[in-house]
């Protein structure tokens, strides 16, 4: 039977706390899937160090974000959750793809162009391999499926491009992976600047975003401050960029679709309307802290999941790498 469900595989930087754009955009859907697939969900630790970061604290981090896949409703019995530098083929595999990418495409990457922008002081060459580590992540797993947020859809046509280069010289190697978007919420925007999209590493702006560890009267007081529009029709439009990241929001946290929101807020004003898209947030959000404290307390749970998770990845990553390996004719051991 199980061998016959298709794979999935996803990552998230522990760069800090996942806001409600990681939620709505990715994690949502990981815990979707994970009954109907084979599921594989990283934290990609060794991608955040493209950026500085504390020792102390990426270490903490990291294991706070395995602390929120299981608190989220990930079933570590079910997926494979598990630290990305804890399994040594992500880097060899990486390695080989680099041979297998060219500098243009890698070039074109807007995430690059955008974080070299950010962080011009340190643009170092893991920030341009980036997207050649990502590939690697997925191609190890022979992933079908990869549920990412918007912004990840151009990394993810490179990952495609690199595995079809890689089958056309060695032969059917690997699965060709396909992008899964969710149909609402693929790109939440900032409250404050809804022109820009919702990123962790954006924290210049505290009300800018949710982070699913928030208070409850810290969620109402950003949602309340969210930036909206003229006029005081609830509608979507792009004219409207505050009033439609609410609505998108409230339709993906509540499941209602957006024209039947629309009906439900019509002539109530922005303020009613703020009030009740914190409310669904709220919601939905208090089971997961709740758990989230209960893992917390459990350190002995924790460390068992890292322990044997990380075994079952290794085991399926080593088979994928030693049949890449014999392919581009490393010596046998
Ligand atoms: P950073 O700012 O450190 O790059 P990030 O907030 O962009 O972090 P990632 O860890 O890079 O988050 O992304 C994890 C997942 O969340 C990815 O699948 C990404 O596409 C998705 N995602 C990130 N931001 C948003 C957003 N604003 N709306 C929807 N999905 C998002
Ligand atoms: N690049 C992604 C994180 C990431 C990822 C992956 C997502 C690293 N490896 C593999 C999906 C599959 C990001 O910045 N959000």
Request: net charge neutral; hydrophobic share 40%; with cysteine.
């Amino acid at each position: 039977m199980e061998a016959e469900k298709k794979a999935i595989f996803s990552g998230m930087q522990p760069t800090g706390m996942p806001h409600l754009g990681n939620y709505l955009g990715a994690l949502k859907n990981w815990v979707a899937l994970q009954d109907e697939y084979r599921c594989v969900y990283c934290i990609v630790d060794m991608h955040s160090l493209t950026v500085r970061q504390d020792p102390a604290v990426l270490r903490r981090r990291s294991r706070e974000l395995l602390q929120m896949y299981i608190a989220m409703g990930l079933d570590p019995e079910k997926a494979i959750i598990y630290f990305q530098s804890h399994v040594s083929g992500h880097a060899e595999l990486a390695w080989i793809l680099n041979c297998f990418t060219y500098m243009g495409e890698l070039g074109r990457m807007t995430q690059f162009k955008e974080k070299s922008q950010k962080n011009s002081d340190n643009i170092n060459a893991g920030l341009f391999t980036y997207p050649v580590l990502m590939a690697a992540d997925i191609l190890l797993y022979n992933a079908d499926l990869v549920p990412i947020g918007d912004d990840q859809r151009q990394h993810m046509e490179l990952c495609r491009n690199i595995a079809l280069r890689f089958n056309n010289i060695y032969g059917d190697v690997f699965t060709v992976p396909e992008p899964y978007l969710p149909k609402i919420g693929a790109r939440i925007m900032g409250l404050a600047e809804p022109e820009r999209k919702m990123s962790k590493s954006d924290g210049a702006n505290e009300n800018n975003l949710i982070y699913l560890l928030d208070k409850p009267e810290l969620i109402m007081k950003k949602f309340k401050s969210a930036v909206t529009d003229s006029g005081n029709e609830v509608k979507y439009s792009s004219d409207k960029p505050g009033i439609s990241n609410l609505l998108v929001i409230y339709s993906a946290a509540t499941g209602v679709d957006i024209s039947q929101a629309e009906n439900e807020f019509e002539g109530k004003g922005y303020g009613f309307f703020k009030q009740a898209v914190g409310e669904a947030v709220i919601e939905f959000i208090k089971p997961i802290q709740r758990r989230f404290e209960e893992l917390n307390k459990d350190k002995d749970y924790v460390d068992a999941i890292i322990r044997a998770n990380g075994e079952k990845a290794n085991a399926i990553a080593s088979r994928v790498l030693r049949k890449v390996k014999k392919k581009v004719g490393f010596p046998a051991v």
